[in-house]
């Protein structure tokens, strides 16, 4: 049975009403025998018999009959109604119960009603609980699947991170970032590294005064200069090329570097800076414009060979050549000295800026003596950054300096050598040796390029010498004077000038030549030659066409008589006693001449004429001279030359 919503059920209720009743029978049982028992002691048994009768018919069984009706109500059977007939106060307690149990059926009533919406209520709730349960099931089922998801995003962030800072401490560049104000607020062991710092110690430090304060030349760098500063207010990524960053130490070195700003939205957080050492590559390049440098010098000598210079002055070009490479540390001051080798000296053919003292005291220097004449012997480069016992050649006044002595060699066979002047106190830098030896090999080239150009030329000369004169005498040969004469001829022609083509052949040369021999023949012919050298002007040509027959170009004679001047004295000189073997000997001089334009205009028909002029010479008694006449032939002493002069020993 379902208790009452104050807690009490109807069984209980039931128990309090039965006691109540007995206790109110009795109560009301002994009130009314109270009198009669203190009144008649006697008849107490019959009033005691009474009083139990009318106790169980007033009290008992109207108590059990309401105690029945009583269980019945709280049994929860409120339909039957409590009732005792009577005005007694059991009447009115059934009455008082009555009207609690109609009060309990209205109450019933309306506790089943409020039940009945309880009960509505309760599915209403049971419902949307269900529906709250599945929704906040469904809400904690995305929760975990966006937890999830952000688990996986925090993973993969973490790892991206992680990566990041594995990247940014494997690069090799170094990289940190700055905020609106320049503080650094990251950077990665690269660019810790490169500056001598640790990352720890670089956050939150200024960038620029830290880094950045001064420029390569050593002037203050102003921040409103700054690349990474100006990428910060311009919004613009700056790149810089040729700037230095400073070190811990307080060294510097060389960077390349990109400062692009940080954008938020619109606004800029700061700005990440990527940089690196360009040191090497710096060196690289210096290198590489070194070695451009050089490759010009050597080339610019390599030219000046090619022009027609002296060798005197081919190496004064070739010592401002090296004198002007700027990488070289060297005083523009220096010497080349070529190897005498029959005097076993060095003789200073070439000089820059030597002082007077210098000049003369290493005008010739023996081999082995001071550093150019070690470096001669030794063969190998001389380096000295001072002055010590090795300068041979020193003077009051001399100021301190350094030297490079490189030998020239060619083969290993010793040319000269190069003498270069450097501070005191210079380093010896084996990239300069190097550039030497190149230098010393380039000269040793040029040097023994002239020296067989001259020999070739004096091989050149011989050869046409020998080609050209005759080489007994000296004097052109056939060949020679058939192109002077053509040459004297053109210009003759040009200028509407004359000239005369004279044939000489000596007497009596035959006679001496067979007499006292060939050799004292040749030596006639060379004295014979001198003589009629010392008789003509330098314009004029003599040439021996072989034998004892000579040739002779007079230029631009105005008359005869002039010509006839210059035979005379030929043949004055010829008809002189020539001293040979002991012995004096007489010969003579038969010569004809011609004439140009009179007699031709070309070499081969001038220079017949006067052989045939010559043979009336000789025809007509000889040691004398004849112009060539038409009627004049070749070898006929019949043939008479009204224009002939003789003379006669």
Not at 61 to 81: F, H, K, M, N
Not at 158 to 170: C, F, G, N, V, Y
Not at 198 to 206: A, C, F
Not at 310 to 324: G, K, N, P
Request: some cysteine; glycine content about 6%; overall charge neutral.
């Amino acid at each position: 049975m379902r208790d009452r919503p104050g807690g009490l059920s109807w069984r209980r209720l039931g128990l309090d009403v039965r006691v109540g009743l007995v206790t109110v029978g009795l109560f009301a049982a002994i009130s009314a025998t109270h009198v009669f028992v203190w009144e008649s002691p006697a008849s107490f048994p019959v009033l005691f018999l009474a009083l139990l009768l009318t106790f169980r018919h007033m009290v008992w069984r109207p108590i059990r009959s309401l105690e029945a009706q009583v269980t019945a109500l709280g049994e929860g059977d409120l339909s039957r109604p409590v009732s005792l007939g009577g005005d007694d106060a059991l009447g009115r307690l059934a009455r008082s119960i009555d009207r609690m149990r109609v009060r309990l059926m209205e109450s019933h009533a309306v506790l089943s009603e409020r039940n009945e919406s309880l009960e509505k209520l309760l599915q209403t709730l049971e419902s949307r609980v269900q529906d709250r349960t599945q929704a906040l099931a469904d809400s904690y089922a995305l929760l975990e699947q966006e937890l999830a998801r952000r688990r996986d995003a925090d993973n993969k962030l973490r790892e991206t991170l992680h990566q990041t800072d594995l990247i940014l401490a494997t690069v090799g560049e170094g990289i940190f970032g700055v905020n609106r104000e320049g503080a650094i607020t990251f950077a990665n062991a690269a660019a810790a590294r490169m500056v001598g710092w640790s990352v720890g110690e670089l956050l939150g430090q200024k960038s620029h005064p830290l880094l950045h304060h001064t420029r390569q030349d050593g002037t203050p760098y102003p921040e409103s200069d700054c690349r990474v500063c100006l990428s910060i207010s311009e919004k613009i990524p700056r790149k810089a090329s040729n700037e230095v960053f400073w070190r811990r130490d307080g060294s510097r070195f060389p960077v390349e570097y990109t400062s692009s700003p940080i954008f938020d939205s619109e606004e800029v957080r700061g700005a990440v800076v990527v940089f690196h050492d360009v040191t090497e590559r710096k060196a690289e390049e210096a290198r590489e414009m070194r070695s451009q440098i050089s490759r010009i010098a050597i080339s610019a000598l390599l030219e000046t060979g090619l022009e027609n210079l002296t060798l005197e002055r081919q190496l004064e070009v070739a010592l401002d050549i090296i004198l002007s490479v700027s990488w070289l540390s060297i005083i523009a001051k220096g010497s080349i000295a070529l190897l005498d080798p029959d005097a076993g000296e060095l003789v200073m053919t070439a000089q820059r800026n030597l002082s007077e003292p210098l000049l003369h005291a290493c005008a010739r220097i023996p081999i082995g003596y001071c550093l150019c004449g070690r470096a001669a012997q030794e063969r190998q480069i001389i380096f000295a950054n001072q002055i010590d016992d090795r300068h041979d050649i020193t003077f009051d006044g001399i100021k301190p300096h350094g030297h490079y002595c490189i030998p020239i060699l060619s083969r290993g066979r010793l040319l000269g050598v190069l003498n270069l002047y450097i501070p005191q106190g210079h380093p010896r830098n084996p990239e300069e040796d190097a550039f030497m030896a190149t230098i010393a090999n380039t000269l040793a080239g040029i040097i023994e390029r002239r020296q067989i150009e001259a020999q070739l030329r004096d091989a050149e000369e011989k050869l046409r010498q020998k080609a050209h004169h005759d080489t007994l005498t000296g004097l052109p040969n056939r060949l020679l004077f058939q192109e002077l004469l053509q040459r004297s001829l053109a210009q003759v022609r040009r200028e509407g000038k004359s000239l005369a083509v004279l044939f000489m052949d000596l007497d009596r040369f035959k006679e001496v030549n067979d007499t006292l021999g060939h050799e004292a023949g040749d030596q006639l012919l060379i004295e014979v030659a001198k003589r009629i050298c010392a008789c003509l002007r330098e314009e004029d040509t003599v040439a021996r066409l072989g034998g004892d027959e000579f040739t002779l170009i007079l230029q631009e004679p105005s008359r005869r008589e002039d010509i006839v001047r210059v035979v005379q004295r030929i043949i004055e000189q010829v008809r002189k006693p020539f001293v040979l073997k002991g012995r004096e000997c007489h010969v003579g001089a038969s010569v004809g001449i011609s004439l140009h334009p009179e007699h031709g205009r070309d070499p081969v028909t001038l220079l017949k004429k006067a052989d045939q002029a010559m043979y009336q010479t000789k025809n007509r008694g000889r040691n004398g001279y004849t112009f060539y006449t038409p009627d004049a032939v070749e070898g006929d002493p019949s043939t008479p030359s009204p224009s002939s002069t003789l003379d006669r020993t």
